[in-house]
């Protein structure tokens, strides 16, 4: 059985908490990094899995990730992170050889992650960091006008 590549949603998440813990927006950090916006987006969204990057890139933007702020617990769930896509993926798409689960003992920050993607509770070394901010696609001063309701759409402006 052929595998697709890896993907990169769970680290992606966790580096967008690291970034977002700075605070910065992606384009601020694409820049901080000397990396293109395409990039950043890429790797927050799994698109372009962090696990594909050469060892001494992935150690850079780690430093750099630091140098900018980042919480330190969160940029040290990169490798537990990128494990839980690894094992995922292979769960998901089959492997040639043997699966990730049977190649080496996972931590407990990869099993937290596992349990991150698959229910939705969070590890506890991030229990108390705010969640991720969600976009909003629409004006909210006009659905407030309209009495449509803050509630309903979530909307963070009222």
Same mark, same amino acid.
């Given at each position: ?20 813990? *700075? ?32 060892? *001494? ?17 969160? *940029? ?83």
């Amino acid at each position: 059985m052929t595998a697709r590549p890896i993907t990169g949603t769970i680290a992606g998440f966790v580096l967008r908490t690291a970034r977002e813990s *700075v605070p910065l927006t992606q384009a601020a950090m694409a820049e901080a990094l000397g990396a293109d916006l395409a990039t950043v987006q890429g790797w927050e969204s799994g698109r372009r899995p962090i696990a594909h990057m050469r060892a *001494v890139d992935l150690l850079g933007l780690r430093r750099r990730l630091a140098g900018l702020g980042a919480d330190a617990v969160i *940029v040290a769930l990169l490798d537990a992170a990128m494990d839980a896509d690894r094992i995922i993926s292979a769960t998901l798409t089959g492997t040639d050889g043997p699966h990730p689960l049977a190649e080496w003992v996972h931590t407990r920050n990869t099993a937290h992650m596992l349990a991150w993607a698959l229910t939705g509770t969070r590890p506890p070394s991030l229990a108390q960091m705010p969640s991720p901010r969600r976009r909003r696609y629409f004006d909210c001063a006009l659905f407030l006008s309209l009495g449509l309701g803050s509630r309903m759409l979530r909307c963070q402006c009222s």
